[in-house]
């Protein structure tokens, strides 16, 4: 049996053609109006050097991917929300996390406009700022093999730890960044700051906490000198920033997360020119938890500008300020509205801090962080 055909009720005087275009195009509104097309959205970067960059993104597609896929100079380096390296502001637009991931930035944060792009998507054209300038995210991940000088136990749960890079390697970082030691026989990685420089290179310093049972601690506890380790990086967008370098500096350090302001304490005392004011509050549980002490008194005597707090949460001497090293910031330390600020440590002190720091006037695009989590 033939299929009936559909009753267009077509007149006499009426073009087939006519109607069958018009029912077509009808059908095509319908279709359109209740499935909408999905177009990407166009994300603008703005670097701290003035570059702007623009892409487009798709609807719920992770920001950095897009990024990454059109060459854009951006920091990453886990991809999962959990480090900050894709730190970035949003000043115009809607965005937020997809769907099924995670971020490790603070409701507070948020409520700021930070959005971390490796688990961020765009739900309209946006535009972010970075702290950075185009030619920081430019700089290539490297791989390294390095030779183990020394072990060196400087307080009751801390080594400083000595490599040199083997011939024919080379390594170069900024400050504050941080690399990724293959931990030997595990398959494992665990991120450490260098509290040396560029320019002590080939040899690099990495002050490491030791934890129970952890397998850098249990490899560094079993291991001699003279053991080749894997190392990559730079990673992290937590560095010295060049274009402050004459403002006033606050630190703040807490255990291991000394190593990075170190390195960005040598890299002012080594650059040209007028030192400028710096205070350094760095402080541990108790005093046996205490190290690099004498690292730090010498650096005083370099740097008549450095002024420094140890402090300690609990059995203070005379010596010690008794708390944490956001307790002994005081007005007088925000004498200059271009102060900057360094902090890194666990992120309960970060966040006192960072609130401290602006309750006292400190800017908070000037205030750079880096938390440290201890890894087992």
Aim: proline content about 6%; glycine content about 6%; aromatic content about 6%.
């Amino acid at each position: 049996m033939d299929e009936q055909a559909p009753n267009l009720n077509i007149d006499s005087d009426t073009d087939y053609h006519d109607v069958a275009v018009n029912t077509h195009d009808e059908i095509s509104t319908q279709l359109s109006s209740s499935h909408p097309v999905v177009t990407d959205y166009q994300i603008t970067l703005n670097f701290s050097d003035g570059i702007t960059k623009q892409f487009s993104v798709a609807p719920n597609t992770s920001i950095l991917d897009a990024a990454l896929e059109n060459d854009v100079p951006v920091l990453y380096q886990c991809r999962s929300g959990s480090c900050s390296s894709c730190l970035c502001t949003i000043n115009d637009g809607d965005a937020n996390t997809l769907d099924g991931e995670s971020s490790t930035l603070l409701p507070s944060e948020c409520s700021l406009g930070q959005r971390l792009m490796c688990v961020s998507q765009a739900n309209s054209d946006c535009s972010f700022d970075l702290a950075y300038s185009s030619d920081v995210g430019a700089a290539s991940v490297q791989e390294a093999k390095v030779f183990i000088d020394s072990i060196e136990r400087i307080a009751a749960d801390t080594v400083r730890l000595t490599v040199e890079l083997a011939d024919g390697y080379h390594m170069s970082f900024r400050p504050g960044q941080f690399m990724q030691i293959n931990v030997p026989g595990v398959g494992l990685v665990r991120s450490y700051s260098p509290s040396s420089t560029d320019q002590d290179l080939p040899k690099m310093e990495f002050l490491v906490r030791l934890i129970p049972g952890g397998v850098m601690s249990t490899y560094l506890a079993e291991q001699a000198a003279d053991q080749v380790l894997t190392l990559t990086g730079p990673y992290g967008a937590f560095f010295f920033r060049e274009e402050h370098k004459r403002a006033p500096h606050i630190f703040i350090a807490g255990g291991t997360g000394l190593a990075p302001i170190l390195s960005i304490i040598d890299t002012l005392r080594q650059s040209s020119g007028i030192k400028p004011k710096m205070l350094l509050n760095f402080g541990c549980a108790i005093p046996d938890a205490l190290f690099c002490l004498g690292d730090i008194e010498l650096r005083e005597q370099w740097l008549p500008k450095l002024e420094t707090r140890i402090c300690v949460d609990r059995e203070a001497t005379e010596a010690h300020h008794l708390g944490n090293p956001v307790s002994p910031l005081q007005a007088d330390d925000v004498a200059d509205p271009n102060t900057v600020a360094y902090l890194c440590g666990p992120q309960p002190m970060i966040n006192a801090a960072t609130a401290r720091l602006v309750e006292l006037g400190v800017k908070a695009e000037n205030i750079f962080a880096e938390h440290f989590v201890a890894s087992h």
